[in-house]
């Protein structure tokens, strides 16, 4: 934890200063910021090696000027320092001055210096001397551990990746990984772009992939870049490659980065003959204003929405947690409700609703926020069932008489999940059936498996309405189901349809928001 504030500090201009004046209790530098500058002008920057009195003096000033530098994480912190790709000699020397003082670095200490060589490999390719050091580094740590912990197995990856003929020697370092954890987004995205770079590794690149995705690890753009740069080569490949990345893309719902889109802009300027790619926006209602054509509806089959009616109480909500929180008594309570009542037009998640501007508020405003959003569907003439909580009937009598007297309501025990009973009730309902709510239900769509969430999350989309926030004279704005598709897909006439975003993120949000950026692509069979 220390090391990496300590190295945001010492990679940053300005960084000690902004940490000292606003966050006092993070560790303090003993000597003045002036002579930290000095410490890095004189030996870290347009340095290719240093002399033992150099690294010595190094080593001094970060432990006496540092609480929370000492002997055994000042290496560390030193090759952290020399990270960056231009810095590979540096950090390599520093490495032969440990072992030149009898000492030898640490298993991190070399760790990290495989980091360094990783970042090099990506700017340049690396010397054959360079790699046997890299190898030597694997075999003497693999040597002195039988089995490696999950931040050495990383390491390790890093460092082999970067080798021209030992590369797959990784692929049991990822497996010793799952181990103990699931292996990192760093990991299996340095093993799938250096896959991908090799012609005769495409499946192995697809399968690293699928299983990234399927563990919920976001891949990095890089590795999409590594196989559009290798198509650029190919060009033969490129047309059945491109339709198996864009059917990828759509069954799992990524969104690209800039980076990635501007690779395929450039790739259809190479190959002409293959594709046509150009930005576009999108107009109202989800028309592409560069081909003219309309998004695909994001609406699902019939036969899709009775798998997914079959799977969800299945998966959902016949689960031990769920009767953690509930017991088999109220859901068949609940069930019996539903049966009687049934069919809806809206499901309304009454707590909520009620919990959308403030969880402080009191319960009289609560009640009469629900009354609100029940009034907003009665006036559309919509069929309201409306979910809650015991404690709610100590609600405002007035608001939630209302409520009663427009709408069907169910109040679960007060440690009741509410979202299994309203997603079974909506979809018991029928294809029609909408539910008001802001829960994202990450949870549930990951419960019904890889081949039904995606058809869950289109589902989702297309019948979840929010609140968005209620005005000062009390009247409230609602958030829409957007009904054309968001992702990447196909639409009628062929088109391939390509949303992007800026910057590459591990945790992409789940909300249903139009993508500003698109590209609309063609293959040319």
């Known amino acids: 934890m220390y090391n990496i504030r300590l190295l945001r500090q010492l990679r940053w201009p300005g960084g ?3 940490l000292m004046a606003s966050q006092h209790k993070r560790p303090h530098l003993l000597g003045s910021s002036d002579q930290l500058e000095q410490l890095k002008s004189n030996y870290f920057e347009r340095r290719q090696e240093l002399s033992g009195d150099e690294w010595h003096s190094v080593r001094h000033s970060l432990i006496e000027g540092y609480k929370h530098i000492n002997g055994h994480n000042v290496d560390a912190v030193i090759l952290g320092v020399c990270s960056g790709p231009q810095q590979l000699p540096l950090a390599k020397n ?4 440990l072992r030149s003082t009898g000492a030898g670095p640490n298993a991190a200490t070399l760790g990290r210096l495989l980091r360094v060589y990783n970042a090099a490999y990506h700017t340049r390719p690396l010397s054959e001397a360079e790699q046997r050091d890299i190898l030597q580094i694997c075999d003497s740590l693999q040597a002195a551990h039988e089995t490696l912990d999950a931040t050495s197995c990383e390491q390790l990856i890093h460092g082999l990746v970067a080798t021209t003929d030992h590369w797959q020697r990784a692929l049991p370092l990822l497996e010793m990984m799952k181990v103990t954890s699931t292996p990192s987004v760093s990991a299996y995205s340095a093993l799938t772009e250096k896959a991908f770079g090799q012609s005769d590794q495409t499946e192995l690149a697809w399968r690293l992939l699928e299983e990234m995705v399927l563990a919920r690890k976001q891949p990095k753009c890089e590795v999409y870049l590594a196989l559009l740069n290798r198509l650029a080569q190919e060009p033969a490949t490129a047309s059945v490659q491109l339709e198996r990345l864009l059917q990828f893309l759509e069954r799992h719902s990524i969104l690209v980065t800039q980076k990635v889109a501007e690779r395929l802009l450039q790739l259809g300027e190479l190959l002409p003959q293959q594709l046509r790619v150009t930005s576009s926006r999108l107009g109202p209602l989800g028309k592409c204003l560069e081909c003219r054509q309309h998004l695909q509806p994001v609406a699902i ?3 899709q929405f009775r798998q997914l009616s079959e799977c969800f109480l299945e998966k959902v909500l016949i689960r031990g947690d769920v009767f953690q929180k509930s017991t088999p008594e109220e859901v068949l309570r609940f069930k019996q409700y539903v049966e009687k009542t049934a069919p809806y037009d809206c499901v309304i998640d009454g707590l909520n609703v009620a919990y959308s501007t403030g969880a402080k508020k009191a319960p009289q405003q609560l009640a009469k926020l629900l009354a609100t959003v029940v009034r907003h569907f009665k006036e559309r003439n919509k069929r309201v069932l409306v979910l809650g ?3 709610m009937r100590k609600w405002s009598k007035t608001a939630m008489h209302y409520v009663q007297n427009n709408a069907s309501l169910f109040l679960t025990n007060n440690l009741s999940h509410d979202d299994p009973f309203l997603l079974y009730a909506t979809l018991i309902s029928g294809q029609e059936t909408d539910f008001f709510s802001r829960d994202l239900m990450r949870t549930h769509a990951f419960l019904l498996g890889a081949e039904l969430k995606p058809i869950f999350r289109r589902w ?18 609602v958030k829409e189901p957007i ?3 968001l992702c990447v897909h196909k639409a009628k006439a062929g088109a391939w349809h390509v949303p992007y975003c800026e910057a590459y993120t591990p945790n992409p949000t789940d909300s249903f928001e139009v993508p500003e950026h698109w590209l609309c692509l063609s293959l040319k069979t």
């Open 16 to 18: 000690p200063h902004r």
């Open 94 to 97: 520093y490495v032969d001055y």
């Open 301 to 303: 089959s019939e036969e």
């Open 389 to 391: 909580r015991e404690h």
């Open 460 to 477: 989702q989309q297309e019948h979840q309405f929010s609140l968005v926030t209620q005005t000062q004279t009390g009247r409230i704005i």
């Open 483 to 485: 009904r054309h598709r």
